[in-house]
């Protein structure tokens, strides 16, 4: 019995090892995203992505096919929302620090991972509607604020778009 | 390409930055503490099991001393008839 369970925590290491060695760099960017941190110094993006592979770590051998990175990514989506709250404080100073945590999370999901709107809807409880709105504004917030200085009563701008 | 397409580019474009450095223990950290979550799992599941054949084998206990499906013994006599 404990036999059989070390040669399998020795196989779910060895496999969660490369995992790890393949996707922790993404995984961290796009913590770093969520998180508003400067990519220098971000102790509260590896703190959530330490808290999200922990989780998948301990889902490994329950995967069933399910790739690691998709469980990963959701675990930190979502734990990501879940504490949302207690990110607001924070001087956020990464790309997207002028977005609100709710924003960022949409944009980085839907546009830099590229989930379908249907997928980040469930995953943040919210109607597809709601996330094509939230992912519109951010657009338009961020295309505002990397030429004209932020503001964030700003209406989206459509000057020079067709 | 739309206009919306277009923007939505521009800023996926913003957030490709080089990706940072990851600290050297981060993924050894995450497995020492999923290894953690994981006996909490089995230890939780366990005593559920434990106490699922604890509680069948004392009603198996019991309904073998109490033989419930037997009628209890009657009290009254039925009248006897015919003498």
Redesign the interface.
């Known amino acids: 019995m404990s036999e059989r369970h070390s040669a399998k925590d020795r196989r779910r290491t060895r496999e969660f090892d490369a995992f790890v060695a393949g996707a922790a760099a993404r995984l961290l960017h796009v913590s770093t995203l969520l998180t508003a941190e400067p990519p220098r110094s971000n102790p509260r993006a590896q703190e959530l992505l330490t808290a999200a592979l922990a989780r998948t770590y301990a889902d490994w051998d329950r995967l069933r096919g399910d790739d690691p990175y998709d469980r990963t990514r959701r675990a930190l989506a979502v734990r990501f929302a879940r504490g949302a709250w207690r990110h607001h404080r924070w001087a956020a100073e990464g790309v997207l620090g002028r977005l609100t945590p709710q924003e960022r999370l949409v944009l980085v999901l839907r546009l830099y991972e590229g989930v379908a709107e249907e997928q980040a809807a469930t995953l943040l409880g919210i109607p597809p509607e709601r996330v094509r709105a939230v992912c519109t504004r951010a657009v338009a917030v961020m295309r505002n604020s990397s030429s004209a200085p932020p503001s964030r009563l700003a209406l989206p701008s459509r000057l020079g778009t067709a | 390409m739309s206009?919306?397409e277009?923007?939505?580019a521009?800023?996926?474009r913003?957030?490709?930055?080089?990706?940072?450095v990851?600290?050297g223990g981060?993924?050894a950290?995450?497995?020492a503490?999923?290894?953690r979550?994981?006996r909490r799992?089995r230890a939780l599941r366990r005593a559920l099991w434990l106490l699922l054949s604890a509680a069948l084998l004392a009603l198996a206990v019991w309904a073998l001393a109490t033989e419930p499906w037997l009628l209890p013994p009657s009290d009254t006599v039925p009248p006897v008839e015919g003498v």
């Open positions: 206009g919306s277009r923007k939505e521009e800023v996926r913003m957030m490709e930055t080089p990706h940072p990851v600290p981060l993924g950290q995450a497995a503490r999923g290894d979550l994981l799992h």
